[in-house]
């Protein structure tokens, strides 16, 4: 029979448990310099809390003209008045006008602010052309209902939307008291008079909207809506104290739509 | 009596069990299409992983990327092999597409041969395509 010391034993059960923790140590060390890294761009802008200032004292029907057009064409958004292609899309059957899409569209005062209707309210409201989106709202209500999570707030405040996850159940439509969310009835292909090559399109079946052009600010760049606006539309931190918006925010009074709900709009109108 | 219709029985149900062989015999079977590099992708020899990985994981990989993008808004991607890339499928210079100019010979060839029908061409778009 072998006999074996309590210090022998000792001695080679201390050196087996160096040896089983080395070869994870080595193993960690090792990956941690050679594994994929991902990171943002470099030039991307970043913000605490996205948010926009419309001065509407600045939008003209033709700013918002511009504006509406920048934006649906360079994310793909069909226009339903526009004719089809027979040879490329045949068959497609008759257009139901109830089922547009839009980003960013002209809306009257009183259907934007219904909670700030006044019998005597100043005669310029009825007429001026007001600028309505997504409100990428603080305590969005879309996120809440979404049950795939396909829409969801990122870390910046946007309310973004992945397309690839949306089942088209549409609860996110009955929760935005906005009527900022649209849902592909149809595809929507035949509809795009001409396909940016930058932006995917939407397929039938997905709920679609306004994503702050999340892809331009991260290349450093302004939303198209801003670009077109000729100043009228801001884009910036809430939460950086030195921010336009900010300051802006500072110097004129301005109202948010249908903030008695408590969905915290992202969304300022100077008036 | 019984062995006869026994045996006819297990000779047919025989060639019955190996019939795809047979079909096999008698038709031309196709040899998997290899994907053509052609362009940009055939002179720069680098893809995000190794050819064989790439061939067996580039979906996961375009699952990684995409979540990536769409919810943490990261959009480079360092390869291991330390080369960077911009994670998109078919938008820019640095994307799969902006190497792998033809989708036709590049993806379509093997998704055909295996019968896979991604759908990612329902939304993004294939830049040589639209005219």
Same mark, same amino acid.
């Given at each position: 029979?072998?006999?074996?010391?309590?210090?022998?034993?000792?001695?080679?059960?201390?050196?087996?448990?160096?040896?089983?923790?080395?070869?994870?140590?080595?193993?960690?060390?090792?990956?941690?310099?050679?594994?994929?890294?991902?990171?943002?761009?470099?030039?991307?802008?970043?913000?605490?809390?996205?948010?926009?200032?419309?001065?509407?004292?600045?939008?003209?029907?033709?700013?918002?003209?511009?504006?509406?057009?920048?934006?649906?064409?360079?994310?793909?958004?069909?226009?339903?008045?526009?004719?089809?292609? #027979? =040879?490329?899309? $045949?068959?497609?059957?008759?257009?139901?006008?109830?089922?547009?899409? &839009?980003?960013?569209?002209?809306? *009257?005062?009183?259907?934007?602010?219904?909670?700030?209707?006044?019998?005597?309210?100043?005669?310029?409201?009825?007429?001026?052309?007001?600028?309505?989106?997504?409100?990428?709202?603080?305590?969005?209500?879309?996120?809440?209902?979404?049950?795939?999570?396909?829409?969801?707030?990122?870390?910046?405040?946007?309310?973004?939307?992945?397309?690839?996850?949306?089942?088209?159940?549409?609860?996110?439509?009955?929760?935005?008291?906005?009527?900022?969310?649209?849902?592909?009835?149809?595809?929507?292909?035949?509809?795009? #008079? =001409?396909?940016? $090559?930058?932006?995917?399109?939407?397929?039938?079946?997905?709920?679609? &909207?306004?994503?702050?052009?999340? *892809?331009?600010?991260?290349?450093?760049?302004?939303?198209?809506?801003?670009?077109?606006?000729?100043?009228?539309?801001?884009?910036?931190?809430?939460?950086?104290?030195?921010?336009?918006?900010?300051?802006?925010?500072?110097?004129?009074?301005?109202?948010?739509?249908?903030?008695?709900?408590?969905?915290?709009?992202?969304?300022?109108?100077?008036? | 009596?019984?062995?006869?219709?026994?045996?006819?029985?297990?000779?047919?149900?025989?060639?019955?069990?190996?019939?795809?062989?047979?079909?096999?015999?008698?038709?031309?079977?196709?040899?998997?299409?290899?994907?053509?590099?052609?362009?940009?992708?055939?002179?720069?020899?680098?893809?995000?992983?190794?050819?064989?990985?790439?061939?067996?994981?580039?979906?996961?990989?375009?699952?990684?990327?995409?979540?990536?993008?769409?919810?943490?808004?990261?959009?480079?991607?360092?390869?291991?092999?330390?080369?960077?890339?911009?994670?998109?499928?078919?938008?820019?210079?640095?994307?799969?597409?902006?190497?792998?100019?033809?989708?036709?010979?590049?993806?379509?060839?093997?998704?055909?041969?295996?019968?896979?029908?991604?759908?990612?061409?329902?939304?993004?778009?294939?830049?040589?395509?639209?005219?």
């Amino acid at each position: 029979m072998m006999k074996k010391s309590r210090r022998s034993f000792l001695k080679v059960a201390g050196i087996a448990a160096v040896g089983l923790g080395a070869a994870p140590a080595m193993n960690f060390a090792a990956s941690d310099l050679s594994g994929p890294v991902k990171s943002r761009n470099e030039d991307g802008l970043s913000a605490h809390r996205w948010g926009m200032v419309i001065d509407t004292n600045k939008i003209t029907d033709e700013v918002v003209e511009s504006i509406v057009e920048a934006c649906h064409k360079a994310h793909n958004v069909p226009d339903f008045n526009h004719e089809v292609n #027979e =040879e490329k899309f $045949p068959n497609t059957r008759p257009v139901n006008h109830k089922q547009e899409v &839009k980003w960013i569209w002209e809306e *009257e005062f009183h259907y934007a602010f219904p909670d700030k209707e006044d019998e005597f309210l100043a005669e310029k409201f009825h007429d001026l052309p007001f600028l309505v989106t997504c409100n990428h709202c603080k305590n969005a209500p879309c996120v809440k209902a979404c049950p795939t999570q396909a829409t969801f707030k990122r870390e910046d405040g946007i309310v973004l939307m992945d397309y690839h996850r949306c089942i088209g159940c549409r609860f996110c439509m009955a929760a935005c008291p906005y009527g900022s969310r649209n849902f592909n009835f149809r595809d929507p292909r035949p509809f795009i #008079e =001409e396909t940016v $090559p930058d932006f995917p399109t939407r397929s039938k079946g997905v709920v679609e &909207k306004c994503n702050l052009c999340a *892809e331009r600010l991260a290349k450093g760049e302004q939303p198209h809506c801003v670009e077109a606006s000729e100043g009228a539309i801001v884009v910036g931190d809430l939460e950086d104290p030195e921010s336009e918006v900010r300051a802006l925010l500072n110097e004129h009074y301005t109202i948010r739509r249908k903030q008695s709900l408590g969905t915290e709009p992202s969304v300022y109108y100077v008036m | 009596m019984n062995k006869s219709y026994i045996i006819t029985g297990l000779v047919i149900f025989v060639l019955a069990v190996l019939s795809p062989f047979w079909f096999n015999m008698i038709t031309d079977t196709q040899a998997a299409p290899e994907p053509e590099l052609l362009g940009k992708a055939k002179t720069e020899k680098k893809c995000v992983l190794e050819k064989y990985e790439m061939r067996a994981n580039h979906m996961s990989l375009l699952d990684e990327w995409r979540d990536s993008v769409v919810r943490n808004a990261d959009r480079q991607y360092k390869a291991a092999n330390g080369h960077s890339f911009n994670m998109s499928l078919s938008t820019g210079e640095n994307s799969c597409l902006g190497c792998h100019e033809d989708k036709a010979k590049f993806c379509d060839s093997c998704h055909t041969y295996a019968s896979v029908d991604p759908y990612c061409w329902e939304c993004h778009t294939n830049p040589k395509e639209i005219e």
